[in-house]
């Protein structure tokens, strides 16, 4: 959570608190149920290198009223998306919907979504009608999915904000754990010429995993990013997650890094010397080809990124060809 979401939830209490203390402490008439509540939720989580990425809503189930507000604020290096859809529909197969859609409320009528929303982006939507909806991220669903249930107006709430908060980093916490236990998978001898371009619980089996590590690995440890070949030598990369796709990209060698579409095709060929961009363009998780190789053919340190989690996510390898 970042320190600008805190100071919005300090004055969200500071100003909701005063009501609720009123009310209770009056004797007779009944007292009147406080007024809308705003509520602060997690989206994704992620180590500061942005390495183990958790993809959830934390908490996942939520449950408020009419005329109650949630902010959402994306906690991970890792974009996501806050999407809600009319009652009875859900994502489409194919690509995800990466634009903005509805407005700052929701009543289970009009799609209704933050669009990729970066790190910390703070979405507020206003729940204007009861009833059980789902919240997706469209880039990581169907794992990544929440229920927002809104009760009738002044119905008591079941849980706190501060045990929303505590089940939200309880879980988050799990989920980077997770992440972390399944660089331990990886299916490959340790430091040669295989590399995993991601790799996550379950590996490319699936089903679709809460956690996943946003690293090139040759080893079973999110830091073996560098892999080192003979002049002639090959690499191939395989995506070994199962929710996250990937690139293998290589710049010109000497100039900046170029700027590309991420979902972009492959560029060039199956060799590589350092003078021209070459690109696997994207490597699914599942149902795959999952793999990509190149041939090295010049001496040489090269750099690469995968161009969907190289700039907040790090996600940077290099090879060393000798
Ligand atoms: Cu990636």
Redesign the pocket.
Known sequence: MTLRTLWHLALAFVFISPIVACSTSSTTPPPAPPGPMLWAANVGASTSDGALQGLNFYPSNMTIDVGDTIAWTIASTNPHTISLFPTGQGPAPGPPDLAPHGGSTYDGTTLTSSGLAPKTTVYKLTFTKAGIYKVYCLIHQPEMLGTITVQVAGTPYPTTQTQYQTQGAAASATDIANANSSLAQFPFPSGGTQVA??IAPGLVAGPPSNSTV?RFINGPMATASTVTVSVGGTVTWANESNN????VTFGIAGQPFPTLNPFGPKIGGSTYDGTAITSSGVIPPVPGPNTYSLTFTKAGTYTYR?L??DDD?G?IGTVIVQ
């Open positions: 371009a991601g946003l996250e796709p990937h690139t995968c969907i989690h996510s996600m």
